[in-house]
């Protein structure tokens, strides 16, 4: 929550980025006195950081999720198999 009407806020629409479509600043009144050059440069580095760490998050989730589904399906089919052995053993 932000109060008072001495913030100085900064509003990112056009990011840039695959992970964020509109970004808020809120910039600490220390440092409201900045050029407008290193807020943008402080701006621009954070944003793409985060952008990075998003993208490897992602690529490692979506590999943990299609081990996980090998793993799963891997032991429905040993489950399966079990399963027919012992239902043909009891036939014969």
């Known amino acids: 929550m932000v109060k008072g009407v001495n913030k100085t806020v900064i509003e990112v ?7 964020f479509d509109k970004i808020v600043f809120y ?24 952008d990075e760490r998003a ?3 992602y690529k490692s989730l979506r590999k943990r999720c299609m081990t996980r589904r090998r793993i799963i399906f891997g032991v429905g089919a040993l489950l399966a198999l079990g ?5 043909t053993a009891l036939i014969l």
């Open 83 to 87: 399963i027919a052995t012992l239902i």
């Open 27 to 50: 910039v600490s009144p220390s440092c409201a006195n900045l050029s407008a050059k290193s807020l943008n440069k402080a701006i621009r580095g954070f944003t793409f950081q985060l």
């Open 55 to 57: 993208g490897r998050g």
């Open 13 to 19: 629409n056009n990011t840039g980025s695959k992970v």
